[in-house]
């Protein structure tokens, strides 16, 4: 088995090396990027939130995501902010090659996984199928490899030396790797293949009745790199990387936090929670707190027009600031070139 370590950021930006490592291989590993303390304040509130290791309730969980207990936008802002750190935005345009104005967040979720000794069902996330998380996340086909539309993480909130649950990757060996044959159907989930999460039972199955495409997913799980990560490294992964969970100590709790950045114009990369719009109109108003206050690109990549967008007329910036402007909304930078 081959473990790999993060590699620290310089100056909380990504290398040449890790952006590399990312655009060839499919993956890189940093350390670096997230404020500690940050960190560590949402580490104490998750800690409250989520059921210990070993107790009935965190027996029921045993698939990925909080349920909507911990996603983007959250009451809790702190987490607003590490989701849009504008170091993290930063780093991942410079995956993408974009400017930063340029992404929309589409998936933030905090979650816990637990180590167990029984499966529960075909559908466990313990020990995982190999796979690619693109269908759950784009209506069509990632594009060519060469231009990727969005860039997936994993920031870990825990330590693989005590919980293990490491996450298993299959590095790309440049373009004419088999293992990353195009179209990248093979998997459960995809075409008329039902969807499976565990490994054994949707290897089972494939082994019956596509024994080709067994065969081809056999050399994936050979070809793992486990991925040995510390608290606060970062996975950066595509939603075209093979991968996968795998089994954590029993006993044990893993905290991570998956995000999903894409370009603007990829319209057919859905967001995946509830999000935005059901979290208007709580009593503490904390979706509209969140935009009246946050930054201007922090609002950008959430979808807000940006300023210069079309939509910004002496009308709706006068509009918008009696919407937000009780609870703080600044409307200067959207005054800009529009009023001249
Ligand atoms: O648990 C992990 O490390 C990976 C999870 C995953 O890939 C998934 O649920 O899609
Ligand atoms: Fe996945």
């Not at 490899?145 to 860039?151: F, K, L, T």
């Not at 290897?203 to 495409?213: D, F, N, R, T, V």
Request: net charge negative.
């Amino acid at each position: 088995m081959t473990f790999i370590s993060s590699e620290m950021a310089e100056g909380r930006r990504l290398s040449d090396r890790q952006i590399d490592q990312w655009r060839e291989s499919g993956y890189t590993l940093v350390q670096g990027l997230i404020d500690r303390q940050q960190q560590l304040d949402v580490l104490a509130l998750a800690d409250q939130t989520f059921p210990k290791p070993s107790t009935e309730a965190a027996a029921k969980i045993t698939d990925f995501g909080s349920n909507g207990a911990w996603v983007f936008p959250s009451a809790h802002r702190i987490f607003n902010e590490i989701t849009l750190c504008p170091h993290l935005l930063r780093a991942v345009a410079s995956l993408l090659g974009v400017e930063v104005e340029q992404l929309r967040l589409t998936q933030s979720d905090l979650w816990p996984k637990y180590g167990r000794t029984e499966k529960v069902s075909s559908q466990d996330n313990m020990d995982q199928r190999i796979h690619v998380d693109y269908p759950n996340h784009s209506l069509v086909h990632p594009p060519e490899w060469s231009r990727p539309e969005a860039v997936e993480l994993m920031l870990y909130y825990s330590d693989a030396s005590d919980c293990g649950g490491e996450t298993a990757v299959v590095p790309r060996a440049g373009p004419d790797d088999d293992a990353y044959r195009w179209p990248i159907v093979d998997s459960p989930g995809i075409g008329a293949l039902t969807f499976t999460n565990d490994r054994a039972s949707a290897e089972a199955a494939l082994q019956a009745g596509q024994p080709e495409m067994f065969k081809f997913r056999t050399q994936l799980y050979n070809r793992e790199v486990y991925v040995d990560f510390r608290q606060g490294d970062i996975l950066f992964y595509r939603h075209d990387t093979w991968h996968r969970g795998t089994p954590l100590r029993p006993g044990t709790r893993r905290l991570a936090q998956n995000m999903t950045f894409r370009v603007a114009d990829a319209e057919w990369i859905s967001t995946l929670h509830p999000g935005w719009a059901w979290s208007a109109y709580r009593p503490s108003q904390y979706l509209e707190k969140w935009i009246a206050t946050c930054s201007v690109l922090q609002r950008t990549v959430m979808g807000f027009p940006a300023p210069g967008n079309a939509y910004w007329t002496e009308k709706t910036v006068a509009a918008v600031t009696a919407r937000y402007g009780p609870l703080g909304f600044d409307p200067t930078p959207y005054l800009k070139d529009r009023l001249e």
